[in-house]
């Protein structure tokens, strides 16, 4: 199971919270899985792009849906790849009508959304998991932090603004073996590249 592009966060009907993840790498990822032989569904917020064949795609819009989604099948899963970029955060009170401009500032207020890759890693004999960490600055640092916390056994990050919208891609992996660069590619090179990574790491059968 993989995840793949952007949550879309509601305010009132027609604005919402989201950000620049096109979907790309995550689709990528599902390709490169299915070439593999693996049977893969995709749940995905809203992009553009076609599923790749042979994929099941669910769609979802909120990091609550994906969450829900994602629960529904994590057991059924051997491995999760966690590659959309969720919003942490939700407004609280989206509103059913388009809010009308006012004379001063809108103050929203802003609630955590579920945190769909801990809850995974947590499950008893729950799938093995791969995250994602999308980064602006200090990658290393920050892409061993949330590894930890999250407490996976694989992570790959890169930079943000390098990748959002792109064909291409960088990507760092971390395991319990250390750091591996995956050099400036296109995406789908670097998914393939990242599944036989996991292929490795997977117990034999």
């Not at 006012?102 to 809850?119: F, H, Q, S, T």
Request: charged fraction near 25%; proline fraction near 6%.
């Amino acid at each position: 199971m993989i995840t793949a592009g952007p949550t879309y966060e509601p305010i009132d009907t027609v604005r919402g919270v989201t950000n620049q993840s096109s979907g790309k790498m995550g689709y990528a990822v599902a390709q490169a899985a299915v070439e593999a032989g693996a049977e893969v569904t995709l749940v995905s917020g809203a992009t553009v792009l076609a599923t790749p064949a042979g994929v099941e795609r669910v769609d979802v819009t909120t990091a609550r849906d994906m969450h829900k989604a994602v629960m529904a099948r994590a057991k059924q899963a051997d491995v999760f790849i966690s590659v959309a970029a969720v919003a942490d955060y939700y407004p609280v009170d989206p509103q059913p009508h388009k809010i009308k401009r006012g004379d001063g500032n809108l103050k929203l207020e802003l609630a955590l959304n579920p945190d769909i890759l801990g809850e995974v890693a947590a499950l008893p004999k729950g799938p093995f998991c791969v995250g994602f960490a999308a980064e602006t600055e200090d990658l290393n640092a920050n892409a061993q932090a949330k590894r930890k916390k999250k407490r996976i056994p694989l992570l790959a990050a890169n930079l943000a603004q390098e990748t959002f919208g792109k064909d291409t891609n960088a990507l760092t992996l971390f395991d319990d073996e250390g750091v591996h660069e995956l050099p400036l590619a296109p995406k789908i090179v670097l998914a393939r590249q990242l599944i036989e990574h996991i292929a490795k790491m997977l117990p034999r059968r």
